[in-house]
């Protein structure tokens, strides 16, 4: 399972490995006080799209939008991501203070359903034997 939280939460050991998932570092914090497993910082949306979309929620549907466009133009920087996820829950770490609207949400979606497509995917040709 793919869970979301923010950074400054408190980690917990059933988070699983721990991502950062932001552009820049959150404020504040402390590299070993995030307790993360990583920073994946190419996986983040491009400096205009962050700044165009802003945490609007008018925008929410555009912003997914164009952020799976970005993302379909890169699997390297979201590859490693669904791996973990194969073997285990995985936890995508931010730090907007919007727990609805941010690249984490987003992120998530994207992934589940990359997860999703590869069950079917394998369930179909289970029955194609």
């Given amino acids: 399972m793919i869970f979301v939280k923010r950074v400054y939460d408190t ?6 490995p721990r ?3 932001d552009h820049l570092w959150p404020r504040g914090m402390k590299k070993q006080a995030a307790n993360l497993d990583s920073w994946m910082k190419a996986v983040s949306p491009s400096n ?8 609007d929620p008018e925008k ?3 912003f997914q939008l164009r952020y799976f466009a970005e993302l379909d133009k890169k699997p390297e920087s979201w590859q490693p991501l669904l791996q973990t996820a ?5 936890t995508l770490v931010f730090s907007a203070h ?5 690249t984490a949400v987003a992120l998530r979606m994207y992934l589940t359903k990359r ?3 590869r069950i079917r995917t394998k ?3 289970l029955l194609a034997v």
Avoid at 11 to 16: E, L
Avoid at 86 to 90: V, Y
Avoid at 98 to 102: G, K
């Fill in 11 to 16: 980690a917990h050991k059933s988070d699983g």
């Fill in 60 to 62: 929410w549907r555009d």
């Fill in 115 to 117: 997860l999703k497509n």
């Fill in 19 to 21: 991502f950062l998932v």
């Fill in 98 to 102: 919007d727990t609805q609207y941010n």
């Fill in 86 to 90: 194969r073997k285990g829950d995985l």
């Fill in 123 to 125: 369930r179909h040709e």
């Fill in 48 to 55: 205009e799209l962050r700044t165009w979309f802003g945490h």
